[in-house]
Antibody, heavy 119, light 106 residues
Framework: EVQLVQSGAEVKKPGESLRISCEGS????????IGWVRQMPGKGLEWMGI????????RYSPSFQGQVTVSADKSIKTAYLQWNSLKASDTAMYYC????????????WGQGTLVTVSS | DIQMTQSPSSLSASVGDRVTITCRAS??????LNWYQQRPGKAPKLLIY???SLQSGVPSRFSGSGSGTYFTLTITSLQPEDFATYYC?????????FGQGTKVEI
C-alpha cells in the first residue's frame, strides 16, 4: 500500500525550532515529488514547498520562502519540514503530499501533523 | 500568483441531488486543474486531476470539465459520504494555489 506517515502532534513555544517528518512507503521514494501543505484552523489549503528526493531539487512558495526549510533523506525515505523560530501564526495542521510530476495533482496525502505554538 | 475562486462557498443539498461547483482562475491554466474532497477531521483526497481524469477508486458520479479559466466539478446523485468540503487547485504555474473551498452540507 502506498502511504505517507507523518510524525505526531507537537506543542511548542514561540521562538523554538521544530522539524516534522513524513515517511513514504509502498513506492519508489526517489521517483516522486514530496510537498507540504498548510491548513490553518478552520481555513483552506496552502501549498508551501516541494522536494524531489532523487536529486534534492527544492522549490518554495514565495509566501513560505525563508520561513521554512524542506529537506529529504532518501536513505530512510523521509521528508522533513523545519522551522528555526516558530511563531504563534504557525499553528496549523501540516500535510505532506506526493506529487508524481510538477503539474500533477497530489495523489497521496499524509495523515497530517498538528503543530500548536503557544506561550 | 494565480488566484482560484470557487462558487458557491457553501451549499445545501439532499441525498440524490445533482451538485455543481465552479472554479475560476485569474488567468489561463490550460487544463491543469485538480479537485480534492476533504471530510471533517480528515486529510484531503484527490478526486479529479487535469480537469477531467478520475483518480483511481473515485466513484463515477464525480466528473470534471472546463479549460482555460473556467472549470466545474459535478456530483450526480449525491451520497451521504459526499457531504464534505471541496477544493480546486491549479498546477499550471508555481506556486500551486487552491480555491477557498466549497462546503457541501445537508
Amino acid at each position: 500500500e502506498v502511504q505517507l506517515v507523518q510524525s505526531g502532534a507537537e506543542v511548542k513555544k514561540p521562538g523554538e525550532s521544530l522539524r516534522i517528518s513524513c515517511e513514504g512507503s509502498g513506492y519508489e521514494f526517489t521517483h516522486f515529488w514530496i510537498g507540504w501543505v498548510r491548513q490553518m484552523p478552520g481555513k483552506g489549503l496552502e501549498w508551501m514547498g516541494i522536494i524531489y528526493p532523487g536529486d534534492s531539487d527544492t522549490r518554495y512558495s514565495p509566501s513560505f520562502q525563508g520561513q521554512v526549510t524542506v529537506s529529504a533523506d532518501k536513505s530512510i525515505k523521509t521528508a522533513y519540514l523545519q522551522w528555526n523560530s516558530l511563531k504563534a501564526s504557525d499553528t496549523a495542521m501540516y500535510y505532506c503530499v506526493r506529487q508524481p510530476g510538477p503539474r500533477d495533482g497530489f495523489d497521496v496525502w499524509g495523515q497530517g501533523t498538528l503543530v500548536t505554538v503557544s506561550s | 500568483d494565480i488566484q482560484m475562486t470557487q462558487s458557491p462557498s457553501s451549499l445545501s443539498a439532499s441525498v440524490g441531488d445533482r451538485v455543481t461547483i465552479t472554479c475560476r482562475a485569474s488567468q489561463s491554466i490550460n487544463r491543469y486543474l485538480n479537485w480534492y474532497q476533504q471530510r471533517p477531521g480528515k486529510a484531503p483526497k484527490l478526486l479529479i486531476y487535469t480537469t477531467s481524469s478520475l483518480q483511481s477508486g473515485v466513484p463515477s458520479r464525480f466528473s470534471g470539465s472546463g479549460s482555460g479559466t473556467y472549470f466545474t466539478l459535478t456530483i450526480t446523485s449525491l451520497q451521504p459520504e459526499d457531504f464534505a468540503t471541496y477544493y480546486c487547485q491549479q498546477t499550471y504555474t508555481s506556486p500551486w494555489t487552491f480555491g477557498q473551498g466549497t462546503k457541501v452540507e445537508i
